[in-house]
């Protein structure tokens, strides 16, 4: 099964480009670069996918940079939420609040998956932690005035 990007975020980034594209062609003729350039970010955002098959979580991005990653050797994931002190948030969705997802190695090395990435409606660290029976432990981080 494919951990990919939802369709939402999909159409809502190709209509950024699309925009761009148009900015950059009606009022500033020079700037077709930088719509170029989004558009390559853009394009590599939404090129990255996880693969589980036989136990393994393979990451790719663009198609070929692969990481391959054994389930069984997953000790903990931690569902990781950023927020940043004195700001509000409300979510409209109903996908994850968590921001990103660090799965923690018995080999004491972690590894970095975005919340974005869903197969069927369920986020890939919620489906680890469910159908592995993989610990989930949420995380707040708070972000100060200057970074932290």
């Given at each position: 099964?494919?951990?990919?990007?939802?369709?939402?975020?999909?159409?809502?980034?190709?209509?950024?480009?699309?925009?761009?594209?148009?900015?950059?062609?009606?009022?500033?003729?020079?700037?077709?670069?930088?719509?170029?350039?989004?558009?390559?970010?853009?394009?590599?955002?939404?090129?990255?996918?996880?693969?589980?098959?036989?136990?393994?979580?393979?990451?790719?991005?663009?198609?070929?940079?692969?990481?391959?990653?054994?389930?069984?050797?997953?000790?903990?994931?931690?569902?990781?939420?950023?927020?940043?002190?004195?700001?509000?948030?409300?979510?409209?969705?109903?996908?994850?609040?968590?921001?990103y997802y660090l799965l923690l190695f018995k080999d004491l090395t972690t590894c970095k998956l975005d919340s974005h990435l869903y197969y069927k409606?369920?986020?890939?660290?919620?489906?680890?932690?469910?159908?592995?029976?993989?610990?989930?432990?949420?995380?707040?981080?708070?972000?100060?005035?200057?970074?932290?």
């Amino acid at each position: 099964m494919t951990f990919r990007i939802t369709r939402g975020h999909v159409l809502f980034l190709l209509g950024v480009i699309f925009l761009l594209l148009l900015l950059g062609w009606n009022y500033f003729s020079g700037l077709y670069w930088l719509a170029a350039a989004v558009s390559l970010f853009l394009g590599f955002y939404l090129t990255v996918s996880c693969k589980i098959q036989d136990g393994i979580l393979t990451k790719s991005t663009l198609f070929f940079f692969k990481k391959s990653l054994v389930i069984k050797d997953i000790k903990l994931i931690e569902a990781v939420t950023k927020k940043k002190l004195g700001y509000i948030y409300i979510n409209l969705t109903k996908g994850p609040t968590e921001d990103y997802y660090l799965l923690l190695f018995k080999d004491l090395t972690t590894c970095k998956l975005d919340s974005h990435l869903y197969y069927k409606g369920q986020s890939i660290g919620r489906f680890l932690a469910k159908e592995y029976k993989i610990k989930l432990k949420e995380k707040e981080v708070m972000q100060y005035l200057y970074g932290n």
